[in-house]
């Protein structure tokens, strides 16, 4: 056989092997999403999934554009601007801001205040009248969910800045317009609104400007009833939760001991059972995991 003949057999071998593989993992995507959708399918509610894995950019997408409102996922955002105006040297985590409740409302800029038993920590509340850092304010707006240090940070960095940056870099389906509590706005219809699709593109955007205290903060959350909750122990979750009354969500990036990472976003809205709801998007992160990552 000459060399040629060779190199065309090494070559048609090479591209059967390629394309077999390829179905294969297509398979395996598809045989998992229609899992998920089957569970889904038996569980009260709406929900929303985006998959992506962040090694070979497969993905698995489940209502992935359709709007949900955002609850505490919006805190993300918040935060990447906060550390975007520290880059720009606006801003550094040392600086100290005066802890005052009472905020405008974006409907006709009344004054309304925080009330500690809707919130989910009382650390802040304890310091009106006195300073607290930028750096404590994003950590307990990220791992205990903080409302007050969210609208705290919010008038210190301006939501229509939070949704500059989002754009600026090409992220269109999360809605920042105002702090939390907002009741006029609420009432209004004018609230924080996002997609699987956009929380998505804010993670892979989070990971790829790989700021590390981001990821600190991320990986302290101590909310981990979803994405991480039926995961194994050496298996790291930097991830936002948010639930309000009839929603669940938690969004994250998933860092396997191997290298391997993937973003995953779960939403749910209009359930009547928040732990049965709970249940199901836990779940779904376990059965992304066991059938694509889990070496048997």
């Given amino acids: 056989m000459s060399l040629k003949t060779t190199l065309t057999w090494f070559y048609v071998f090479s591209c059967f092997f390629s394309t077999s593989i390829f179905a294969q993992k297509k398979s395996a995507l598809n ?61 550094n985590l040392k600086d100290s801001i005066e802890v005052r409740n009472e905020f405008k409302s974006i409907v006709d800029q009344s004054t309304y205040s925080l009330d500690l038993s809707d919130d989910s920590d009382d650390v802040i509340y304890s310091k009106i009248g006195t300073k607290i850092t930028l750096e404590d304010l994003i950590f307990q707006m990220i791992t205990v969910s903080s409302n007050f240090a969210t609208n705290i940070l919010i008038d210190k960095v301006g939501a229509e800045n939070v949704m500059k940056y989002l754009n600026k870099n090409g992220i269109n389906e999360n809605i920042v317009l105002r702090g939390v509590e907002d009741t006029k706005a609420f009432n209004a219809g004018l609230n ?99 059938d694509l990552f889990k070496k048997s």
């Fill in 192 to 290: 924080n609104r996002t997609t699987a699709y956009g929380l998505m593109q804010v993670f892979e955007l989070l990971e790829k400007e790989n700021h590390p205290k981001m990821k600190e903060i991320l990986f302290a959350q101590k909310f981990n009833e979803i994405i991480p909750a039926k995961l194994p122990k050496d298996v790291k979750v930097a991830h936002k939760t948010g639930s309000i009354t009839g929603v669940q969500h938690d969004s994250g990036i998933v860092y396997l001991p191997d290298g391997r990472k993937y973003v995953l976003i779960l939403l749910s809205k209009e359930l009547k059972n928040p732990k049965a709801g709970v249940e199901t998007l836990s779940e779904i992160s376990k059965i992304i995991y066991t």
């Fill in 31 to 91: 045989q998992t999403k229609t899992k998920i959708e089957k569970l889904i399918s038996k569980s009260d509610g709406k929900f929303a999934v985006a998959f992506k894995d962040l090694s070979n950019r497969n993905v698995i997408f489940i209502n992935e554009h359709e709007y949900f409102h955002a609850a505490s996922t919006m805190k993300t955002p918040v935060m990447m601007e906060v550390f975007n105006q520290i880059s720009q040297k606006k801003l």
